[in-house]
Every structure is written in structure tokens, then in C-alpha cells.
């Protein structure tokens, strides 16, 4: 008999991150190695396997509510070996299975969620992101229904574009106003960089800063088009879905005709949920096996990559000019 590691180097810097992320918060707490029977108990439909499941498997990491008695949050960092080893995989769409199952929000974990952009890892900021967005919402949510409800028959025919299809005024649209209060915290850094260092100015990425208009009289040299920010691709992806951002650098006083001395596309693709069992397709299919509809498993949205993906393809955008302005631009004196 001898002793082993706890966890590998990798599960250290998730729980490391994980602390770190609700540390501010007397509200949650981080449990390492959570068998599945101790948050989860069996019902009268569940299979064999399930059961025997519940009692074997563990998860890596789960998020607990001091004033809740269930867990909120699931966490699994996968290796390479989830996606190649034929047990890890079964393994993992049974515990996908019975998360969906439980409605209990499941965040499988790669390497490319650890590691730091400007200062902050994007699991770090979705675990920020999604105790914002539980306690933020709702208070929005009431704010939006009372302005609703205050709207005449005329300010509500005004938006209408059809029969049941409003172009929804941004007072209303909680989930944009949630995104701009909270961006991807890399984003307002690069939009400040390009305007100190090259002239550059995008400004809907520069107002996402708290402190930008310091940054108004700046000398602005070149004018950045992201086409109105982020856009979702409305093509099917499967089981991801598609972020971009289209972005164009002009000189400023240049007509919007002329073509971009550099344009470039950012993209995020991000999971949307995960399969439930073999050769699922889309989120929400049915088990030919089974015949059964299979519900989507994967982590809230207020700390989901495809809720917030927009924002990264849009730093990434953003990114694309940095590194071309930085071969081909003289900085600022």
C-alpha cells in the first residue's frame, strides 16, 4: 500500500482558480472529489447502471450555496484521454446523462479554460460572470417589467414589425444590458491599449471600460469598425456554437466605401451541451436506442462559453489588430 497524489497538476490550478473566483463571496463554497449518491439520490426510473453509477463516480469539483442543502454546479476537467479512451468516454455520457437528468449544471473543463489572458482565465471570469448574473438578473428582470408595463399601446406599436415580432428597445433587452456591465475583462484592456499605443479607437469596446472617457482626448489616428459588435452565427453547429466578430481598420477622415488598410474575423466556438449518448448531433435529440428525448447537459448560462462566446470572438477580433498593428504601426510618443 502506498500513498498517491490527490489531485494532478491540472485539478490543482481548476480548484486554485475555482477559490480564487468565489473567495470574494461568503455565499459559495468549493468541494473537491464529490461522489455522485452524496448530491444526487436515484429515482424509480433510473437504470441499473445509473444506480451503480451514483455510488462509484465521483465529480471532480462541485459549487454549493451556503443557504441552499443541494449543490448548483458540477465540475469535471477532462483530459486528452476523454476524448479517445472508449471507458472514459461511456463514463462521461452516463454522468452527463444523469446531470441533465437531475437538472444539476455540469462545466466539462479543458487546459484552454486555464489559462490566463490578460490576467484572467476564462473559467475564472465564467464563475465571476455567472454569480453576477444570479444576483444582478433577476433585480434587471423586475426593472425591464416595470417599464413594460408602463409602455402605451402607441410606444409598443412603434416597435412592432409584425403581427408578434418587436425590435425590442435596449432597456428591455436585460441579457444584452447584463453583458455590457459585465464584459469579458480582456476586452476594454485591448480597446485601451489600441487607442494609447496606436491611435486606434473602437468605441463600443472603449466604453466598456469604467474610466473611459479619461481616454476622450486621446489623438485618434485610425478608426476601428467591428460592424456593430460580435454576431451570432445562425448556422447549425452541431453541439457548438458559432461567435464572430468582423473587424476593419481605416484611416480616420477615409469614406466608409474605401476598403480597410486590415480587416480580419474573430471566432469562438463554444459547446452548447453535451452528448447524452452515442452520435448525438444537436442539443436536443432523441436516443434512437431508447427512444427517448434526451434533454441538453451543460452549465448554466450566466457562466456558459456560448452565453458569453460573442465577447471573446470580439477580443479576438480585437486581437488580430494588435498583433498587425505592432508589425506595421508606429507606436504613440
Not at 32 to 49: C, F, G, I, Q, Y
Not at 210 to 223: A, G, L, Q, S
Request: overall charge negative; proline content about 8%; charged content about 30%.
Amino acid at each position: 500500500m502506498e500513498l498517491h497524489a490527490f489531485e494532478n497538476q491540472s485539478e490543482k490550478r481548476t480548484r486554485r482558480i475555482l477559490e480564487i473566483a468565489t473567495q470574494e463571496s461568503s455565499m459559495y463554497w468549493v468541494n473537491a472529489k464529490t461522489r455522485l449518491e452524496e448530491v444526487l439520490s436515484p429515482s424509480k426510473n433510473d437504470s441499473p447502471a445509473e444506480r451503480r453509477f451514483l455510488r462509484d463516480a465521483h465529480f471532480d469539483y462541485t459549487l454549493h450555496k451556503e443557504s441552499s442543502d443541494k449543490v448548483v454546479w458540477a465540475f469535471e476537467f477532462d483530459g486528452p484521454g476523454h476524448s479517445s479512451d472508449p471507458d472514459a468516454i461511456r463514463r462521461d455520457r452516463l454522468k452527463n446523462r444523469i446531470c441533465a437528468k437531475a437538472n444539476l449544471p455540469l462545466l466539462r473543463i479543458e487546459d484552454d479554460l486555464l489559462q490566463a489572458t490578460d490576467g484572467v482565465s476564462l473559467l475564472e471570469w465564467l464563475i465571476r460572470r455567472w454569480m453576477s448574473y444570479e444576483r444582478i438578473l433577476p433585480r434587471m428582470a423586475q426593472d425591464r417589467d416595470r417599464t413594460a408595463a408602463a409602455m402605451s399601446d402607441e410606444d409598443w406599436d412603434e416597435l412592432k414589425i409584425s403581427q408578434d415580432v418587436f425590435i425590442l428597445p435596449p432597456e428591455l433587452d436585460t441579457e444584452h444590458l447584463f453583458s455590457l456591465r459585465n464584459p469579458y475583462p480582456p476586452l476594454p484592456k485591448i480597446s485601451v491599449r489600441l487607442l494609447k499605443t496606436f491611435g486606434i479607437r473602437e468605441p463600443l469596446s472603449l466604453e466598456l471600460n469604467p474610466d473611459w472617457r479619461e481616454f476622450e482626448d486621446i489623438e485618434t489616428t485610425w478608426h476601428l469598425s467591428t460592424n456593430g459588435g460580435p454576431l451570432p452565427d445562425l448556422n447549425n453547429h452541431g453541439l457548438y456554437s458559432r461567435s464572430y466578430c468582423e473587424v476593419a481598420l481605416r484611416r480616420v477622415g477615409e469614406e466608409w466605401p474605401s476598403p480597410p488598410v486590415f480587416a480580419a474575423t474573430g471566432e469562438y466556438m463554444a459547446r452548447v451541451s453535451y452528448p447524452t449518448f452515442p452520435n448525438q448531433r444537436t442539443p436536443f435529440e432523441r436516443n434512437s436506442a431508447t427512444d427517448e428525448f434526451e434533454a441538453p447537459c451543460g452549465p448554466p448560462y450566466g457562466g456558459s462559453l456560448w452565453a458569453a462566446g460573442a465577447e471573446i470572438a470580439w477580443y479576438r477580433g480585437m486581437r488580430e489588430v494588435e498583433k498587425w498593428a505592432t508589425k506595421n504601426l508606429p507606436k504613440l510618443t
